[in-house]
């Protein structure tokens, strides 16, 4: 079966930084991808990788390692913002995201 | 530029009824798919829609079905509702259904559908 696998919840300090594992296995493999979800809101893309390292985009940055079905999603200058879940989605060899549970991410002052 | 918008936003049903829940895509995109999002847990995919043909599905029974109309707008029809269908129901759309680039997705902010 299709797994993708990341922390329940995590806690961090504003201003600090948080890194957020995720692992998969799926049938085939055609990008990963990070959302964002605030509670009672809809998703937001955060970041995209189909090739082996790692992405920046201003406070975020994201890794992939494909042979060990690995990414991380790095937060950087955490802010209480931050404080939502967040989702790691694997897209599949039928193009079909498959999604983990989420990760929630606490940020204290 | 407008985003996805999804209607209703709640509604309450009793088990055995149907319901129809609606979502018009983003200016440009031409592909919709659907999710059904229990509490505490991640999206799962339902089906998607590109051009008005269905394109994929996911591990859901034939009383979850669909349609994409040629504004690219579409509705998600449940039958027979249970217990278990309690949950968020996101839309997003997307440009192209497939893997050439990011392809992201904009949601909507999604149904809230109770069974009692």
């Known amino acids: 079966g299709q797994n993708i696998d990341q922390p329940t919840e995590m806690t961090a300090t504003e201003g600090a930084i948080v890194q957020i594992n995720c692992t998969y296995q799926?049938?085939?493999?055609?990008?990963l991808f990070w959302y964002q979800q605030h509670a009672g809101e809809a998703p937001t893309f955060l970041s995209y990788?189909?090739l082996d390292g790692l992405e920046e985009k201003g406070r975020f940055s994201s890794f992939l390692s494909r042979s060990k079905g690995y990414s991380y999603l790095l937060l950087k200058e955490l802010q209480m913002k931050d404080s939502a879940s967040h989702l790691c989605?694997?897209?599949?060899?039928?193009?079909?995201?498959?999604w983990g549970a989420g990760t929630k991410l606490i940020i204290k002052p | 530029e407008t985003g996805v918008t999804q209607s209703p936003t709640h509604l309450i049903k009793t088990r055995g009824q149907q319901v129809t829940l609606r979502c018009s895509s983003q200016?440009?995109?031409?592909?919709v798919s659907w999710y059904q999002q229990a509490l505490g847990q991640g999206p799962q995919f339902i089906f998607q829609?590109?051009?008005?043909?269905?394109?994929g599905r996911g591990n859901f029974p034939p009383r979850f079905s669909g349609l994409q109309f040629p504004n690219y707008s579409s509705e998600l029809n449940v039958n027979a509702l249970e217990l278990d269908d309690s949950a968020l129901y996101l839309c997003?759309?997307?440009?192209?259904?497939?893997?050439?680039?990011?392809?992201?997705?904009?949601f909507g902010a999604g149904s809230r559908l109770t069974v009692l």
């Open positions: 200016s440009g995109h031409n592909t």
């Open positions: 990788n189909v």
């Open positions: 829609y590109y051009r008005e043909e269905e394109n």
């Open positions: 989605a694997v897209r599949d060899s039928n193009y079909q995201l498959i």
């Open positions: 799926t049938s085939g493999f055609n990008g």
């Open positions: 997003a759309s997307s440009l192209e259904f497939s893997g050439a680039g990011a392809n992201v997705l904009t």
